[in-house]
């Protein structure tokens, strides 16, 4: 029996780590407000997040877990709704589209990479 409940255990832990969003596939959103375009190339994660209830955006497009500061050359900084807390560091962003939720706020849904970024001088 017991065998049973670890087996079992062993099998919901795996399968969540599996379905949970990682920093390969992570998306985040940031109110079109916030970003001058949709050309961001370079984004700084910071440490500095806020938890949110986790709750679903533009119709499950992304599945927000809370939100994270990031520094973007082209617009400074702004809160961002992601579905993975970053690790502090420079990272890519990948333009995916536009959403719009249900109060008519827009935003940029980015798929966030680690950084090929050549060091800092």
């Known amino acids: 029996m017991i065998k049973?409940?670890?087996?079992?255990?062993?099998?919901?832990?795996?399968f969540a780590a599996i379905?949970?969003?990682?920093?390969?596939?992570?998306?985040?959103?940031?109110l079109q407000e916030d970003l001058p375009d949709t050309e961001v190339?370079?984004?700084?994660?910071?440490?500095?997040?806020?938890?949110?209830?986790?709750?679903?955006?533009?119709?499950?497009?992304?599945?927000?877990i809370g939100q994270q500061l990031m520094a973007i050359p082209?617009?400074?900084?702004?809160l961002a709704y992601v579905e993975f807390e970053y690790t502090t560091g420079r990272k890519t962003g990948d333009f995916l589209g536009t959403c719009v939720d249900e109060f008519n706020n827009t935003y940029y849904i980015y798929e966030i990479n680690s950084c090929p970024c050549p060091p800092r001088e």
């Open 4 to 14: 049973n409940i670890i087996a079992y255990s062993l099998i919901v832990w795996a």
């Open 19 to 30: 379905s949970s969003p990682n920093p390969a596939n992570a998306r985040a959103a940031i």
């Open 41 to 64: 190339t370079q984004i700084l994660t910071t440490g500095h997040s806020v938890y949110v209830e986790p709750f679903d955006l533009c119709n499950g497009i992304v599945h927000i």
């Open 74 to 78: 082209q617009a400074g900084e702004t």
